[in-house]
């Protein structure tokens, strides 16, 4: 089957640093995108690796490993709005994604 | 600014009626596409579509047709409602290929209630 494995649920401080892992079975993977939703509101892309390795984007970064079918978003200097979910998911090529179940992030003062 | 538009934030339908979710993007996309999102399972893909009058099957189309009359507009279609459809229904749109088909850009969402 193809399915998508992250957490459930993360809780971290504002100013901290979390990573949020994400494992993938899928057939026909060409890449890993990341997407955060607010309660209420639309995904919106984060980030698309294609090749292992880490890709950074102001304080977000996101981490793919091929050999592994392993992948991570890394959320720097946590921010109170960065509370959300956030979602992993394999692209397929046609513009085809499969989701994880997503990750809800809560960040305290 | 790129947007999707879907017709609805809210609809209350009863079993067995003909539910039209509509929607439509201005960014020229030629891809779009149908998900349904349920706690705990993230986002179903139901249907997609490449082009004007294509359509393809995704993971969970049972129960469930779709309309591509233009190139911004596309419709998804419960032929019969039935209570286990209650779900949020998101719809997006991509570019058609190179690294712009790797970015979905979604609607806000139909929260769809079946009685």
């Known amino acids: 089957g193809q399915s998508l494995e992250q957490p459930s649920e993360v809780t971290a401080v504002e100013g901290a640093i979390v990573q949020i892992n994400c494992t993938y079975q899928t057939s026909g993977f060409y890449g890993l995108s990341w997407y955060q939703q607010h309660d209420g509101g639309a995904p919106t892309f984060l980030s698309y690796n294609a090749l292992d390795g880490l890709e950074e984007t102001g304080r977000f970064s996101s981490f793919l490993s091929r050999s592994d079918s392993y992948g991570y978003l890394l959320l720097q200097e946590l921010q109170m709005k960065d509370s959300a979910s956030y979602f992993c998911?394999?692209?397929?090529?046609?513009?085809?994604?499969?989701f994880g179940q997503g990750t809800e992030l809560s960040v305290k003062p | 600014d790129v947007k999707v538009t879907q017709s609805s934030r809210y609809l209350v339908k009863r079993t067995g009626e003909k539910v039209f979710l509509e929607c439509v993007q201005d960014?020229?996309?030629?891809?779009m596409f149908w998900y349904r999102q349920d706690p705990g399972l993230g986002l179903r893909l139901i249907y997609f579509s490449y082009d004007v009058k294509m359509k393809e099957k995704g993971d969970i189309p049972e129960g469930y047709s779709v309309s591509r009359e233009k190139k911004e507009r596309f419709s998804l279609i419960l032929e019969s409602a039935s209570t286990n459809q209650t779900s949020m229904y998101l719809c997006a749109s991509s570019r058609l290929s190179g690294r712009g088909d790797t970015e979905a850009f979604f609607g806000q969402g139909t929260r769809l209630t079946v009685v």
């Open positions: 998911a394999a692209y397929r090529g046609g513009g085809k994604l499969i």
């Open positions: 960014m020229d996309h030629e891809n």
